[in-house]
């Protein structure tokens, strides 16, 4: 439930609009909702400004369309990672407006359009195998209300396709840079900006990359100043990082 909504039925009591039985069964799923199999947080949004995000590995298809139908009465806006194609084909007619991007394994539903940031998010992957983590970053920072941009296969092995974005990079408020092999794009960029760099590692590489393990070590470790790191092929947690890091600048903006 959002802020505004919990305000308008109190408004409501207090006006003598609505009575004290009616009140309480629009609270009574407050602060969640027990769906037996998940406890739904409704009232997310009102403590960290947005809804609660849907991971679906792991969950059956059946619970993730219970957990949709849910929040969709609750007029939030859905996003659902790590969702396979049989997740979107299972759960499509819930709605009229279901974006599925199969590159990020991401399921968008927005139903309130939020007014883009003025602050900018640019998403640079150093390969385009790291354009499925990249482009969870992007789904996730787009869908929390940001305007976001991509800068994709401009990795250290050709370095000059870095440098001659010099212009998109500087426009740039935060900057997620999303990198396998050995990681070296996060310091690389880190070292020729002003702004917050998150770094993502991917598990993109050879053998003694370790499935991304050499490369969150490699970020790890960037003598790069200004670098944050979040975990192997975590474009989710970049996206909202960069996210309520943009927020704040926007508040700053006001």
Excluded at 52 to 68: A, N, P, R, T
Excluded at 105 to 114: A, D
Excluded at 137 to 149: C, P, Q, S
Excluded at 221 to 237: E, K, L, M, P, R
């Amino acid at each position: 439930m959002k802020e505004k909504e919990l305000k308008e039925i109190l408004k409501k009591v207090k006006e003598g609009n609505i009575n004290i039985d009616n009140a309480v069964n629009k609270l009574k799923d407050l602060p969640f909702e027990d769906l037996g199999y998940a406890k739904i947080d409704h009232h997310r949004e009102m403590r960290n400004g947005y809804p609660e995000v849907i991971y679906c590995q792991g969950k059956s298809v059946e619970h993730i369309k219970g957990i949709i139908k849910s929040m969709l009465k609750r007029n939030n806006n859905i996003l659902a990672t790590r969702a396979k194609k049989e997740v979107y084909e299972a759960i499509k007619d819930l709605y009229e407006d279901i974006y599925y991007n199969e590159d990020a394994k991401v399921i968008k539903i927005e139903k309130n359009k939020l007014e883009k940031t003025k602050s900018k998010i640019l998403v640079v992957t150093g390969g385009t195998s790291d354009i499925p983590v990249a482009e969870e970053a992007f789904m996730t920072a787009d869908i929390l209300g940001n305007k976001v941009e991509r800068l994709y296969d401009v990795g250290v092995a050709g370095i000059h396709r870095l440098l001659s974005n010099r212009e998109k990079l500087n426009d740039a408020n935060v900057i997620i840079t999303v990198a396998g092999m050995e990681g070296a794009l996060a310091s690389v960029v880190g070292g020729l900006v002003d702004k917050p760099v998150i770094a993502v590692p991917t598990s993109v590489g050879y053998g003694a990359n370790f499935e991304g393990l050499a490369t969150l070590l490699a970020m790890l470790n960037s003598c790069a100043s200004g670098i944050g790191v979040v975990n192997i092929d975590n474009g989710f947690g970049a996206g909202y990082l960069a996210s309520t890091i943009n927020r704040q600048i926007e508040k700053a903006r006001t």
